[in-house]
């Protein structure tokens, strides 16, 4: 069965760093999204991406943050300053068709800890 | 505007009894509402979803919800809990359809005692 790989699956950088996360989605969906989830918070919604562009982004979602979709299969996110409180676990997931039978398939995770 | 309250923090049960997670919803539209489980260091995976057909809904390794727009719930259910069943669950919530984000709850911890 197809499913969205993530790589690292945990990244510890020191604060003022930048990060890249990467996502690798199902090969055949067309939208694409971010979503984190703080320790012992729910997940909370990143940034939508289709067609190469942002879709959607939530307010936590500011100039530090950044994704792209470099060569047609990885779809990256990047946070370009990282601070202590961008520690959390992102996912990314993806999603075929925007029909109601649809869904969106997360990956495991990477677990991003700043220091 | 989509948000979605879980009722229970945590729920604990004992091995071979019924399980019970309340989830109400609020949404402006006909919404779709999932349910996902997280395994401890594991990622989401999706356990079932309602998209306006059947009001009750079957999802894997037994689980089980149940749409009700009256009471704008949509309670995740299974017969006899198995110790594999200790998770976090998350309802979540989306507007009926387009590319648009999810809206998760809270999370509901399920301990399963033997």
């Known amino acids: 069965e197809p499913e969205v790989t993530q790589t690292p699956s945990h990244q510890v950088t020191q604060m003022g760093q930048e990060v890249i996360l990467r996502c690798v989605p199902i090969?055949?969906?067309?939208?694409f999204y971010w979503y984190r989830q703080i320790l012992g918070q729910k997940v909370e919604f990143l940034v939508s991406?289709?067609?190469?562009?942002?879709?959607?982004k939530s307010e936590i979602f500011d100039d530090q943050f950044s994704v792209e979709r470099p060569d047609g299969s990885n779809f990256t996110l990047k946070i370009r300053s990282t601070k202590l409180e961008d520690s959390a676990m992102y996912f990314c997931a993806s999603l075929g068709r925007t029909t109601s039978t649809d869904t969106q398939y997360f990956g495991p995770g990477t677990r991003l800890t700043v220091l | 505007a989509q948000s979605v309250t879980q009722l229970d923090s945590h729920v604990s049960v004992s091995e071979g009894t019924p399980v019970l997670l309340r989830c109400n919803y609020s949404?402006?539209?006909?919404?779709?509402l999932f349910w996902y489980v997280q395994h401890p260091n594991k990622g989401l995976q999706l356990l079932l979803k309602?998209?306006?057909?059947?009001?009750l809904v079957k999802g894997i390794n037994g689980f089980e919800a149940e749409f009700k727009k009256s009471e704008t719930s949509f309670h995740l259910t299974k017969p006899s809990a198995h110790m594999s069943d200790a998770a976090e669950y998350f309802c979540?919530?989306?507007?009926?359809?387009?590319?648009?984000?999810?809206?998760f709850g809270k999370g509901t911890r399920l301990s399963v005692i033997a």
């Open positions: 309602y998209t306006s057909a059947a009001t």
């Open positions: 979540v919530v989306t507007p009926h359809s387009g590319n648009t984000p999810l809206v």
């Open positions: 090969s055949n969906h067309l939208y």
């Open positions: 991406f289709y067609n190469n562009e942002i879709s959607e």
């Open positions: 949404s402006s539209y006909s919404p779709s």
